[in-house]
């Protein structure tokens, strides 16, 4: 009687660990009957650097112009993200929002370079610009060849008497 | 008569994937992934929470909900969002010691789940969170606190009925479903075109020129990769051989480390080309199922009692 309560414990124990299993194998390798580029989170079609890519890239992008009207790069932190992917998204959904969109980002970047008494870099920068540019990412890596860029929206950075 | 024939021809095969899936496994082998795989989670989640609370200051306006957070119809309170990140720091720790763990692995599996999702739905699901917390949750369903826990006096458990084999099978198939995915995604969008080499050149660039427009930090050998690109059809060859052949990596034994080390060095590869990090491989834990793990996150605690003896010896 005992074995037959062990071997039916065992049964059970083995179904529970198999539906666990299957389940989650399953749960994992369901993306697949997705549109590969559905994707989702934890479960995912794991799209990374396989949507075809031409080398021409339109995109936007923040400065800041300094008084004597140098461009500086802005770091993603000033977009309120510390990553670069996430800082692209944010501005590609402003820029698609339209002009109000535009110019409250572009507002937000500003309080943040004016907040940001770290970083001695940007002390100079005066206004930032919401630009779009259009590339040719091999050409600007490879030869450091700058394509056309328009600007969308721009604000002043508003600075104390005391950082000036 | 045919159908009981074709039921028997069936029940083989069967029968032999589920002596396979069920082989034995010490109970110290899913402990030690346990400890790794919790140990990996308290510190990754400790490094974003800074960005968790940052992103949740963000606009509503940019909140765009994935997998679970999907029940959220607006962001929550930024306090609200860094409570339960800390919260399932805490969860992480007890997860990792095995401490109470019929009730804390659970609940650090919703928390980690949870505040990643939360992370990824800001506009940008981040792919270096998933294999994480689908280990996560698959070890909080396994009994991966039968051995190596802070649990003093309490009696020694017997070995469940399924055994210990089954959950790190388990754990090495996610790991090997994640990768064939990643292959099957890039055939369905770009086609075969993605083994001649231009494709992965533009990939280059292009991740490599957002960096440079937005102020991260462009990849130590895009320049380089992007002025030369020769060779770069035999890494994109590399690259599917690596993501499409990971089922053969549940073979075991030297076909797991060959695939192993090959999935190693494709993100150490993608650091050097687009300075894209993907910590949890590259610190070698999504790889640990594949191996005999408590080997290697036991030899500490070895070593150390191995220094005691010798200087008890010595005295």
């Known amino acids: ?164 | 008569m045919g159908e009981l024939r074709c039921a028997a021809e069936l029940a083989q095969p069967m029968s032999r994937l589920a002596r396979w899936w069920f082989a034995p496994a010490p109970p110290e082998r899913l402990a030690a992934l346990r400890i790794a795989i919790g140990g990996f989670a308290v510190l990754w989640m400790i490094a974003r929470l800074p960005e968790v609370v940052s992103v949740a200051r963000l606009p509503a306006a940019v909140f765009a909900p994935v997998g679970v957070i999907r029940v959220l119809g607006a962001p929550l309170p930024v306090i609200a969002v860094a409570a339960i990140a800390v919260a399932t720091v805490g969860l992480l720790v007890a997860f990792t010691a095995g401490l109470g763990y019929r009730v804390t692995a659970p609940l650090a599996a919703i928390g980690l789940l949870w505040t990643l999702a939360y992370r990824s739905s800001w506009g940008m699901v981040f792919h270096t969170d998933n294999l994480l917390v689908l280990h996560v949750i698959a070890l909080a369903l396994a009994p991966a606190a039968d051995a190596w826990t802070i649990r003093r006096g309490a009696p020694a458990r017997a070995a469940p009925a399924a055994g210990y084999g089954w959950a790190i099978k388990l754990l090495a198939a996610i790991t090997c479903a994640a990768y064939l995915l990643a292959g099957i995604a890039k055939l369905r969008l770009a086609g075969l075109s993605w083994l001649d080499g231009g494709q992965l050149r533009n990939q280059i660039a292009v991740d490599n020129l957002r960096k440079a427009l937005l102020g991260g930090t462009v990849a130590p050998l895009a320049r380089f990769l992007v002025s030369h690109p020769d060779g770069l059809a035999v890494c994109s060859l590399l690259t599917m051989g690596i993501e499409l052949g990971a089922p053969l990596a549940l073979l075991g034994g030297r076909f797991a480390r060959i695939w192993a080390w090959g999935a190693w060095w494709f993100h150490a590869g993608v650091v050097l080309a687009m300075n894209v990090w993907f910590p949890y491989p590259l610190a070698g834990v999504a790889f640990l199922p594949l191996i005999e793990a408590e080997h290697l996150v036991g030899w500490p605690a070895r070593w150390w009692r191995s220094r005691g003896m010798r200087a008890a010896r010595a005295r």
């Open chain 1, 1 to 164: 009687m005992a074995h037959a309560v062990v071997d039916v414990t065992a049964r059970d124990g083995r179904w529970v660990a198999t539906i666990v299993s299957i389940g989650l194998v399953g749960a994992t390798l369901a993306p697949v009957l997705r549109a590969p580029d559905d994707d989702g989170f934890p479960l995912s079609t794991f799209p990374m650097f396989a949507t075809p890519q031409p080398a021409q890239v339109a995109m936007s992008y923040a400065r800041g112009v300094t008084r004597d009207g140098r461009v500086r790069v802005l770091s993603p932190d000033h977009l309120g993200t510390g990553e670069v992917l996430q800082a692209f998204a944010l501005i590609q959904r402003a820029v698609d929002r339209g002009e109000s969109a535009r110019l409250a980002l572009c507002t937000a970047i500003a309080g943040r370079v004016a907040a940001d008494a770290a970083d001695a870099a940007d002390r100079d920068v005066v206004e930032i610009r919401l630009v779009a540019g259009m590339h040719d990412a091999v050409d600007y890596l490879a030869h450091g060849a700058v394509g056309r860029e328009v600007t969308w929206a721009s604000c002043d950075v508003p600075r104390s008497s005391r950082s000036r």
